[in-house]
């Protein structure tokens, strides 16, 4: 079975012996090295740039919406305008600072620890789940619960179950609803399913969750729509499709990191007494790539450098670009593969995995 | 105030989770409230290896008092440090600007770039003014300065500040300067002690002849030292010298010294381990070189917030009150005080304190 789809956790981890691994490690702390003594004046330009024209796209279009009220094309521009200023700042810049990319420069307005995002889900429990849970121990199978976010099938090596049926279902309501579901991922309300109890703490997470997540709401569905008065719905409106074009495009890009065909999931067992040379090789293997050209790398928050960024997540996400053709390079000299495809491909057996994986895996039918 | 309250108010509730600042400096970099910025108006070379910085401060500047210094915080190779640094005008003169003036430091990041780098148009990271080195709020009689070099910057705010309101007493200034053209402010001393007979300058040029001080020279200069309330600034020998005389006199009530140079505890690149003092819960622990704070904060006890314990979730960062330490993954040794580190993957490197 295991020879069928290249999905599968390998038995103990491959391609790589003891002795390779670990120089591979030194390869890649090289490569971190580099980066790390060449940060300086461009990088910071790079980021309080981007922040800047972020801001002015984003007052901009909420500009823009208002004069929909003389001229109607207006909201349709505006709500694109506000959704690109907003995936900009949830992704380039939210997502990255929270990383500690931008740390080193020791700028209190851009730092993980002060950094709060344009999206429902709060700063603080975004960083426990993605920073640590899903960066740590990515695409370990009950462990990272980015592996189908608790509610949907996304490997084999999850066992089959009715509930699943649903997947293409629960896949559609997840990106409409994305922040949303990034907003309850650190409650773990799919315990709720699974034991019919939540998390003695997911209560106040919950809460904390509210608190942040109400602002939101007041913010672009109540306060700017009645700004405009008898044009309430019209605003309300493009402010919501704002936040769709967010969801969906963040969603894509976000399932386009660890599910494609090609990505390898892993089990405890692989990944106990895990050395860095062994850690490195897992972010390898458990992400993908997507092909494109600079507009592609800012929009997805320079995700599409997913490998890279699994493997040096306190880099800023500028300078993935330059340490790609690296990584490649060192990955053909060692006999590894490297995801990377347009994002069609991509996304296409994202798809295709969301919609086979609703039914069961062949041979397991009879276990279910 | 109260009117613009419930503006401000809404202001927050639309631009959540930012601060209206944040967008209000889209427009004018100076325009914050929870800090304070200022521009750089003017670079004025003052000698070969200083300069003085006309600052035009942001609205929420309070003012200060002659004497006072700011913390300056500079971007260099897009990294921020922080350096204090006296105010060389005095309120009187400013019309709402602000000088500081900076002697360029050999091998020094932040002074090399504000003397030689920075360009009319940048925008500085500022404190308010802080500092007791200040004229009483009662004149003294008599006043003596003792100065060296650099630290002749807050005593040229204070003599023009007392100046520019009529109330400079009779005033000997003592300064040290390594030769006649390096001076700082040398022509601005000048010609306020031309246009004040009452203040008596004595320019020693300690390379071209001239003595550093030392109690004779003192006393020929100024013979009635002892009735005179004294403010000292400048190099660390000075400033010691200076102190143990006043000491020895018995007379330290009088002196008022002010140090520029921050407290700096910089590791050697081999330094190995170190007492470890947790500042907030007043524990401390003997660090050992390969083992994280992390871990030593933990058996001694203490349970600091966490995530990966392997460097990249951030989750563990905490601030360096003092010292220095070692990235237990590149060997690297780094940290300035108030530095976030990540305990997880430092080790000390010398003694060290930390926020936990």
């Known amino acids: 079975m295991n020879t069928s789809h290249n999905t599968s956790p390998t038995a103990a981890m491959p391609y790589l012996n003891d002795e390779q691994a670990e120089s591979f490690g030194r390869e890649l702390d090289a490569i971190r090295e580099r980066i790390l003594a060449s940060r300086g004046a461009r990088d910071a330009a790079y980021i309080r740039r981007l922040i800047r024209t972020q801001r002015g796209l984003e007052v901009g279009s909420r500009a823009l919406i208002y004069t929909g009220i003389l001229a109607p094309p ?78 949907l099938r996304m490997s084999e090596q999850q066992k089959w179950q009715p509930f699943f049926l649903l997947n293409p279902i629960n896949n559609a309501l997840l990106a409409l609803f994305f922040q949303w579901g990034v907003a309850l991922h650190d409650s773990e ?48 409106a493009s402010n919501v499709a704002a936040n769709l074009i967010r969801n ?51 929009m997805s928050g320079n995700l599409s450098f997913q490998i890279e960024h699994h493997l040096f997540p306190d880099l800023p996400s500028n300078r993935y670009a330059e340490i790609a053709p690296q990584v490649q390079a060192l990955c053909q000299r060692y006999g590894l593969p490297y995801n990377s495809a347009p994002l069609y491909r991509q996304f296409g057996t994202t798809l295709r995995k969301v919609f086979r994986l609703a039914l069961p895996t062949r041979g397991e039918a009879a276990l279910a | ?87 060389s005008s005095a309120p009187e003169q400013s019309g709402g600007r602000l000088r500081i003036t900076v002697k360029a430091i050999p091998g020094g990041r932040v002074s090399q770039h504000l003397v030689h780098a920075i360009t009319p148009g940048s925008v500085l990271e500022l404190s308010q003014a802080q500092g007791e080195f200040t004229w009483p709020a009662a004149m003294p009689e008599r006043a003596l300065f003792i100065t060296g070099g650099s630290g002749i910057t807050p005593v040229m705010a204070m003599l023009q500040s007392a100046a520019a309101r009529g109330t400079l007493p009779a005033t000997t200034l003592l300064h040290y300067a390594p030769r006649t053209d390096e001076v700082i402010l040398g022509p601005a001393l000048r010609a306020l002690a031309a246009a004040q007979p009452q203040l008596n300058l004595q320019l020693i040029h300690t390379r ?80 050992a070189a390969q083992e994280s704070i992390l871990d030593r904060a933990e058996q001694a006890g203490l349970a600091p917030a966490h995530g990966c314990r392997m460097g990249i979730c951030h989750g563990c960062t905490a601030r360096l009150a003092c010292g220095q330490v070692r990235d237990l993954r590149t060997g690297q040794v780094h940290g300035e005080a108030d530095d976030l580190i990540q305990i997880c993957v430092s080790a000390p490197a010398g003694d060290i304190e930390i926020e936990l």
Not at chain 1, 207 to 226: C, E, I, N, S, T
Not at chain 1, 275 to 282: A, D, P
Not at chain 2, 261 to 285: K, L, P
């Open chain 2, 1 to 87: 105030m109260s009117a613009t309250q419930p503006l401000l108010q809404l202001a927050s509730r639309l631009v959540t989770p930012l601060l209206p600042e944040d967008y209000a400096e889209l427009i004018n970099p100076l325009w914050t409230t929870r800090g304070l910025r200022a521009r750089v108006e003017q670079v004025t070379p003052e000698t070969a290896d200083s300069a003085s910085l006309t600052l035009r401060p942001g609205p929420g500047w309070q003012g200060h008092r002659a004497g006072q210094f700011v913390r300056v915080g500079v971007d260099v190779d897009g990294v921020r440090h922080w350096r204090c640094y006296s105010l």
């Open chain 1, 189 to 236: 309300m799919d315990q709720l399913r699974k034991t019919g109890t939540l998390k003695p703490e997911s209560r106040a997470k919950l809460k904390g969750m509210w608190r942040k997540a109400r602002k939101q709401v007041l913010k672009d569905y109540v306060l700017f729509p009645a700004l405009a008065g008898p044009f309430f719905l019209p605003v309300l």
């Open chain 1, 248 to 298: 969906l495009w963040s969603y894509m890009i976000i399932f386009c990191g660890h599910f494609p065909d090609g990505v390898h999931q892993f089990t405890e067992a692989q990944v106990q007494n895990e050395t860095r040379g062994r850690w490195y090789l897992r972010q390898l293997l458990g992400s993908a790539n997507i092909q494109g050209g600079p507009l592609m790398h800012v």
């Open chain 2, 208 to 287: 071209e002849g001239g003595a550093h001080f030392h109690p004779a020279q003192l006393q020929g200069l100024c013979h009635d030292w002892r009735e005179r309330a004294t403010w000292s600034c400048g190099p660390e020998a000075l400033l010691s010298a200076v102190e143990q005389h006043w000491q020895a006199a018995d007379l330290a009530a009088r002196l008022t010294v002010e140090r520029f140079r921050a407290r700096t505890a910089t590791a050697s690149a081999d330094a190995q381990g170190g007492n470890i003092r947790f500042t907030r819960s007043g524990v401390q622990a003997a660090g």
């Open chain 1, 74 to 151: 207006a909201f349709v521009l505006g709500a694109v305008g506000l959704g690109v200023a907003k995936i900009l700042e949830n992704m380039e810049i939210g997502h990255n600072v929270m990383h500690g990319q931008w740390d080193w420069m020791r700028d209190p307005k851009i730092h993980s620890s002060t950094w709060e995002w344009d999206n429902t889900c709060p700063a603080d429990q975004w960083k426990r789940t993605h920073n640590h849970e899903h960066h740590t121990w990515t695409n370990v199978l009950g462990k990272d619960r980015d592996v189908g976010y608790g509610i």
